[in-house]
């Protein structure tokens, strides 16, 4: 069974640091094309990056140069290291399986998300 | 590409038929485009994928058609569980991969 767990929510203020973690099972994270889709209170879904089973990674403009994604494979882990965080990042951050324009580039397994709250 | 749904809001009864619709901006390439069921506090679940295949699990009431700019999700036989929001998203371009911004069934 595949599990996708979320950890590393928190309220932070502006321009500050955080990193979430996925703690991925019943798959390798290395050899999966892993995305994060964040959900902003009364909006719709957004992509926000994806990290292909080679390495390349893809990032929304939003967030592209502040956002890092990555693995980790000792723990079979999914990361997203997020910086000069703002308001507009406040969201529901998933985990999900997938990503990538190709005939599986749809999303089939998501975590239960994290909430990131960016506030003073 | 921008998704554009519609309606935004469906109100129906049980047993009644849903569809909705998902229209892109340009051609989906490949027909990459895939639909997800999103109730309060939980997370997105795949339907649909490559606009017609049904996901592992899904009932056979959720069918998806179309191509090229324009896509439909129909639900056959609406039941009060079905309530919920429904997003469209296409996987058939290069990064950004887009969602629509979503048609709320009301049952």
């Known amino acids: 069974e595949v599990q996708l767990v979320e950890s590393g929510g928190d309220l932070i203020q502006p321009g500050g640091s955080l990193r979430l973690s996925c703690a991925v099972s019943g798959l390798t994270a290395t050899t999966n094309y892993m995305s994060w889709v964040r959900q902003a209170p009364g909006k719709g879904l957004e992509w926000v990056s994806v990290?292909?089973?080679?390495?390349?990674?893809y990032y929304a403009d939003s967030v592209k140069g502040r956002f890092t994604i990555s693995t980790d494979s000792s723990t079979n882990t999914l990361l997203l290291q997020m910086s000069s965080l703002r308001v507009e990042d406040t969201a529901v951050y998933y985990c999900?399986?997938?990503?990538?324009?190709?005939?599986?580039?749809?999303?089939?397994?998501w975590g239960q998300g994290i909430l990131v709250t960016v506030s003073s | 590409i921008v998704l554009t749904q519609s309606p935004g809001t469906l109100s129906l009864s049980p047993g009644e038929r849903a569809t909705l619709s998902c229209r892109a901006s340009?051609?989906?390439?490949?027909?990459?485009l895939a639909w997800y069921q999103k109730k309060p506090g939980q997370a997105p679940r795949l339907l649909i994928y490559g606009a017609s295949n049904r996901a592992t699990g899904i009932p056979d009431r959720f069918s998806g058609g179309g191509s090229g700019t324009d896509f439909t999700l129909t639900i056959s036989r609406l039941e009060p569980e079905d309530s919920a929001v429904y997003y469209c998203?296409?996987?058939?371009?290069?990064?950004?991969?887009?969602f629509g911004q979503g048609t709320k069934v009301e049952i």
């Open positions: 998203h296409q996987y058939g371009s290069s990064a950004p991969w887009t």
């Open positions: 999900v399986r997938g990503g990538g324009n190709y005939y599986a580039g749809y999303f089939d397994y």
């Open positions: 990290r292909y089973n080679g390495g390349k990674t």
């Open positions: 340009q051609s989906v390439s490949s027909s990459y």
